[in-house]
Structure formats: structure tokens, C-alpha cells
């Protein structure tokens, strides 16, 4: 009697967790379910977070771009101020040697006075277009 004890002891519960092949299915439906589960919150997860560093990193670029469009703009404004100035300085110099060319023809002793005159003229206004041009840098180096 005790071997048949035994026997159907050791026997039972294999009996008892023997599954049917519909169990079997119906386990792999859910094992599936969960997996497409844990496979939607990680695309999911990745998906936020590549927006989130794609719309920080854009950010970034554009505060790059708006930085070096500011910096760009300001040079090109310097660049065309210190232009100005040497045009208008070359006018300058060019209308007084004409000016002098006559007055030594008609007017012999005015055009020593003339070049002198001329010359201190032309110190003054480099002088003021040097000033000029330190103010636009500062104003262009200020922060907006």
C-alpha cells in the first residue's frame, strides 16, 4: 500500500499541472499581448524622447543662427561705415588738389594758405570719422 501511495503521490501533480493545448494558446496569446505591449511603450518612450532632443536641438540651432546673423549684420554695418568714411575722405582729398591745381594757376600766393587750410580740414574729419567709427563698434559690441 505505501508504493501505491507513493506512486500516485509522485503522479498527481504532474496530472494536475498538465495543461490542455487551449491553455497553451490561450498563455502564448498573452505572452504575445504583453510583448507587443512592452514593444509600443518602448517605441513610445524613444519616440519622446527623440522629439524632445530634436526641438532642443533646433532651439540651439537657431539661437546659433540668430547669434551669428546679429554678429554678421553688425560687421556689415561697421564695414559699410568705415567704407563711407574713406570714400568721403578720397572726395575730399581729391576736391582739394583740384581746388589747389587752380588756385596755383590764378592765384599763386592764396594756394600755400589753401594747402594748409585743406590739410587741418582733412585731419579734423579723419579724426571725427575715427570717433565715429569706435562709437559704432561699441554700440554694435553692446548686448540688444
Same mark, same amino acid.
Given at each position: ?56 536641438? +533646433?532651439?540651439? !540651432?537657431?539661437?546659433? #543662427?540668430?547669434?551669428?546673423? &546679429? *554678429? @554678421?549684420? /553688425?560687421?556689415? %554695418? $561697421? =564695414? +559699410?561705415?568705415? !567704407?563711407?568714411?574713406? #570714400?568721403?575722405?578720397?572726395? &575730399? *582729398? @581729391?576736391? /582739394?588738389?583740384? %581746388? $589747389? =591745381? ?15 587750410? /585743406?590739410?587741418?580740414? $582733412? ?16 554700440? /554694435?559690441?553692446?548686448?540688444?
Amino acid at each position: 500500500m505505501a508504493s501505491l501511495t507513493l506512486a500516485s503521490t509522485l503522479l498527481m501533480p504532474n496530472v494536475s499541472f498538465a495543461q490542455t493545448a487551449g491553455q497553451d494558446m490561450h498563455t502564448a496569446g498573452h505572452d504575445t499581448k504583453d510583448a507587443a505591449d512592452d514593444t509600443g511603450h518602448a517605441v513610445k518612450t524613444g519616440t519622446k524622447k527623440t522629439y524632445h532632443k530634436t526641438k532642443h536641438v +533646433t532651439k540651439k !540651432a537657431a539661437h546659433k #543662427t540668430e547669434s551669428g546673423t &546679429v *554678429k @554678421a549684420a /553688425d560687421k556689415t %554695418k $561697421e =564695414g +559699410t561705415t568705415v !567704407a563711407a568714411d574713406k #570714400t568721403k575722405e578720397t572726395s &575730399v *582729398k @581729391a576736391y /582739394d588738389k583740384s %581746388k $589747389e =591745381g587752380v588756385q596755383k594757376v590764378f592765384d599763386p600766393s592764396a594756394h600755400k594758405k589753401s594747402v594748409v587750410t /585743406d590739410k587741418a580740414r $582733412e585731419s579734423n574729419m579723419r579724426a571725427k570719422d575715427d570717433v565715429h567709427q569706435d562709437t559704432q563698434k561699441l554700440k /554694435d559690441e553692446s548686448p540688444k
